[in-house]
């Protein structure tokens, strides 16, 4: 079973992913904020990382930094959780090593296609 | 199993519904999804405080949305802090409808079981005003906005049982969007309250900055500055200063600064020269010319021939002739006259041409860095020699390097006053 860890400081959202994703067998963990978020993605090793940017304290930025400079969490794939459309948040988070983009408010068939294609596409690097 | 699926699906589409209905930029729920909540809250209180925020709509049209929104996400944040430190718990605040920005608040009660009431609301409304006004002064300046970027009002949601609650809440939140706009001179009248009673009450602070003589170091005189002791209406001396001109409240207030400073030098000045601070309008108080304030400076020891009155003009002379008639009959009474910030604002050499003052104060911005800057450095020489013709002794302000201080030495500037010598400060009776 996949495991997909999501940090969001908005309950709504986790709770919403977590129904939406488990629906397609994946097992769900949720982090209410950056710093749980981090020592949950050492503990379990998820296959992907959504990762919400705007959360008090350690933003989705500083997170995204600290999971990519440690080796026991560096290879994981991180998807960033948005609500701006600017195109400038894209091209920052592609240099600091996210790989996809969900903006809030999303569609679940939407989630769960983009979930799939990058757990797809890890899969196969993996197999290489 | 199948029911709870059901119940998972449920909970699923609610959550969706709730996510298109959230603002996730501003982190707030839109009125639809908080109806039920302010509906269940009703019925224990009978009645609901409604505090509203709404940005003036001109700051978008002129400087373009995403302006707009960075206003609206730094309103976001000052009222996630207000939440934590003055509201309760059960307390909501929403947005009319996401991205489109003004802010409801939802007060049920004022302790966790009495009914709010028109003083606890006016408490928030302070509250929030005095925030919003002192974080964002950066904004206001940047936006051409300088007395405020959004209104705040207040009103109640009354339970009525005949009157649908959707429409009793819209029509009580319309109400409070209406009292925001007679709000805004509410917020005035009270800053000219607060001026008031800065004046009745002397409540001000008075400090002093040495005037020293660039070639030996010599404290030549003191110039009194003025710093505000509350802080919840104006935020430094210039905010007070410029609102007492706005409301021509700007005589008063320069007598009570005045009256403390020389209060203050009592016995200390010791020969020393005390620079007083006077608007240009100031210059026409008829409380120099009645011998009013001469007396008062005779009451402390002093003679005017150690005061110098340091004009600042604030507004454009008008009446050039009329003003230039007024500072020759203070000069002829006793005082010296100094023109303050020359090289900036509305000091023109048209003013020192037909004053020549004993001395002028150069403005700091034009002596920041001018051992860097070749033109600032030749615009100061050039001014020596008129300064020589006209018999005026030129003051530099605002000295703060080092560096500075040597390249006004080499220019031959007689006197200077600075960080890089000494901030403004209580006067010390044993100093020398």
Redesign the interface.
């Known amino acids: 079973m996949k495991k997909v860890l999501v940090i969001d400081d ?1 309950k ?2 986790l ?2 992913i977590s ?2 994703l488990s ?1 397609e067998g994946i097992d769900v963990y949720k982090a209410e904020n950056g710093g749980l978020g981090y020592d949950t993605a050492r503990e379990i090793k998820p296959d992907l990382i959504l990762l919400d940017i ?1 959360m008090p304290e350690l933003d989705g930025w500083e997170v995204l930094k600290m999971l990519k400079i440690d080796d026991e969490t560096k290879r994981i794939p991180v998807a960033m959780l948005t ?2 459309t600017e195109t400038r948040d894209k091209v920052f988070g592609i240099q600091e090593g996210a790989i996809d983009y969900i903006t ?5 068939e939407d989630l769960v296609a983009r979930v799939g294609a990058i757990l797809t596409k890890a899969n196969g690097r993996e197999n290489r | 199993m199948k029911k709870e699926k059901d119940v998972a699906n449920l909970r699923k589409e609610w959550l969706l519904f709730k996510g298109a209905l959230f603002d996730h930029e501003l982190g707030f729920p839109t009125i639809p999804i908080v109806v039920n909540d302010v509906r269940k809250s009703i019925g224990s209180f009978q009645k609901i405080g409604i505090v509203y925020v709404d940005v003036i709509e001109s700051i978008e049209i002129i400087h373009g949305w995403q302006k707009f929104d960075q206003i609206l996400l730094r309103l976001a944040n000052i009222l996630k802090g207000l939440r934590s430190d003055l509201m309760h718990s059960e307390d909501i605040i929403a947005i009319k409808a996401s991205k489109v920005g003004g802010f409801i608040v939802f007060i049920f009660s004022k302790d966790t079981d009495e009914e709010v009431d028109k003083e606890f609301m006016k408490t928030i409304m302070d509250a929030l005003q005095e925030r919003i006004f002192s974080r964002t002064e950066d904004l206001r300046r940047k936006y051409l906005f300088p007395k405020t970027i959004c209104h705040v009002g207040m009103d109640f949601l009354y339970f009525d049982p005949v009157v649908r609650f959707e429409r009793n809440l819209y029509s009580a939140i319309d109400r409070a969007k209406n009292n925001a706009y007679s709000q805004t001179t509410s917020f005035w009248e009270r800053r000219n309250q607060e001026l008031k009673r800065i004046i009745i009450n002397n409540d001000i602070r008075t400090v002093f900055q040495p005037i020293l003589n660039l070639g030996n170091g010599d404290i030549t005189g003191y110039e009194a500055l003025t710093r505000v002791s509350s802080l919840e209406f104006f935020n430094d001396a210039e905010t007070l200063f410029s609102f007492a001109v706005q409301t021509e409240m700007i005589l008063e207030l320069e007598r009570i600064c005045r009256k403390n400073a020389v209060k203050m030098v009592k016995y200390a000045l010791k020969n020393k020269k005390l620079f007083l601070n006077v608007s240009a309008k100031g210059v026409m108080d008829p409380e120099f010319m009645d011998g009013k304030f001469m007396k008062g400076v005779e009451d402390t020891g002093h003679s005017v021939n150690d005061i110098v009155l340091e004009i600042t003009e604030r507004l454009a002379i008008k009446d050039i002739e009329l003003f230039k008639s007024a500072v020759k009959k203070l000069e002829s009474s006793g005082f010296s006259v100094a023109i303050d910030d020359v090289g900036a604002g509305y000091s023109t050499l048209h003013t020192i041409a037909e004053l020549r003052p004993t001395y002028l104060k150069y403005d700091m911005a034009l002596i920041r860095d001018i051992n860097k800057h070749a033109i600032k450095r030749d615009l100061l020489e050039s001014l020596v020699p008129f300064a020589k013709k006209i018999n005026s002794t030129i003051i530099a302000e605002g000295i703060e390097t080092k560096g500075e201080f040597e390249v006004l030495k080499e220019i031959g500037i007689e006197y200077g006053q600075g960080f890089f010598f000494a901030k403004p400060g209580p006067l010390l009776r044993d100093e020398t």
């Open positions: 908005e709504d959202i709770e919403l129904i939406i629906d705007m609500c701006k809030k408010p999303f569609s679940p």
